[in-house]
């Protein structure tokens, strides 16, 4: 499999963690803190094999640049939260910030 795939899973992994540990409400919910558990074990493991070649500055601030921005919209459209203008150039400069680095990279 390619390094891609296993970063892109991890990702998935680490916005479903995210969002469970709301769900899991301080882990007083099962569900959600199971949940929760099984995706840190993925997001982690998965970003494991994606740096068996990707540089871990590249797959690293994906990892996480992925997360923020799913949570920062599953936030905004599962949970109510506010999507200020602030939080749109903010998640806007991540994106360009990990653009950056991919770029510098080669």
Do not use: H, N, Q
């Not at 109510?80 to 991540?94: C, D, F, M, Q």
Request: charged share 10%.
């Amino acid at each position: 499999m390619s390094a891609w795939f296993y970063l892109t899973v991890a990702a998935l992994f680490e916005v479903t963690f995210a969002m469970s540990m709301k769900y899991a409400e301080g882990f007083t919910r099962l569900v959600p803190t199971l949940v929760t558990v099984i995706a840190v074990i993925g997001g982690i493991g998965f970003l494991t094999l994606a740096m068996r070649t990707l540089p871990v500055s590249i797959a690293y601030p994906i990892w996480t640049a992925v997360g923020t921005l799913g949570t920062v919209a599953l936030g905004y459209l599962f949970l109510g939260e506010a999507l200020t203008p602030l939080k749109i150039v903010s998640a806007i400069l991540i994106v360009i910030g990990v653009a950056g680095l991919k770029i510098s990279a080669g």
